[in-house]
């Protein structure tokens, strides 16, 4: 697999975010600082292609850790697949009605959150014969300066938008803070079937190191 040289620092930052905790499922309780997943998803916003794949080395907190408690309306319940893809094929399904399902549920959530993200890419086996790293490298570069994006990118959940940036030199420093997090989901491992990956998550003076995920390749694990 061949590997980019360079680590981006991406500057990842917005008024609210919710990066729900697994382990609690009727009300969002949000961890403590953003999720090697979810730094992931906010570059995938700016770059997604299937001839790379990105990789979190690190996550710097640059504000804060500030909560608070909001009332949120969420559905009870997903449309099945079946019944969509029953509708692509044009065939009557139960009529939906959102306002039927709806409940208002407490959540825990993340104020004025701040953060630098280390990330590199690697390429893939999708990768085309004009696919290089070079390509990609520039590619990046000049959509995360002009602030285009592939899919708004969000904080945890949709309607917290992220703003995604180059980092600067002028840029908060980290704040001072150790703090055992605790497992902490790092990313799905999306095989046959699809598993969440967690690690032990610690930050020491505001920095938290990622570790590779291990991925399942033709039955074998590769970072």
Request: proline content about 6%.
């Amino acid at each position: 697999m061949k590997r980019s040289d360079a680590t981006y620092r991406v500057r990842v930052r917005g008024e609210w975010a919710c990066f729900t905790r697994p382990e609690l499922r009727t009300e969002r309780v949000t961890y403590h600082v953003m999720t090697p997943s979810a730094a992931r998803g906010a570059v995938e916003a700016v770059l997604w292609k299937p001839a790379i794949r990105w990789r979190v080395h690190r996550i710097a907190v640059l504000s804060p850790i500030k909560f608070a408690s909001v009332k949120r309306n969420e559905v009870k319940h997903v449309v099945p697949v079946k019944n969509a893809r029953a509708m692509m094929r044009g065939e009557d399904v139960a009529d939906y009605f959102a306002d039927d399902d709806r409940a208002q549920r407490n959540a825990l959530v993340l104020r004025d959150v701040d953060y630098h993200v280390d990330v590199s890419f690697s390429m893939t086996d999708r990768a085309g014969p004009g696919d290089n790293p070079l390509k990609f490298d520039e590619m990046f570069r000049r959509r995360l300066e002009r602030g285009q994006y592939h899919m708004a990118p969000y904080l945890g959940c949709r309607e917290f938008p992220a703003i995604v940036e180059s980092g600067r030199d002028d840029d908060p420093s980290p704040i001072a803070v150790d703090m055992d997090l605790g497992r902490m989901l790092l990313d799905v491992d999306y095989g046959r079937p699809n598993r969440p990956v967690y690690f032990d998550a610690r930050m020491k003076q505001g920095v938290i190191e990622v570790e590779p995920i291990k991925r399942r390749e033709d039955g074998a694990e590769v970072a």
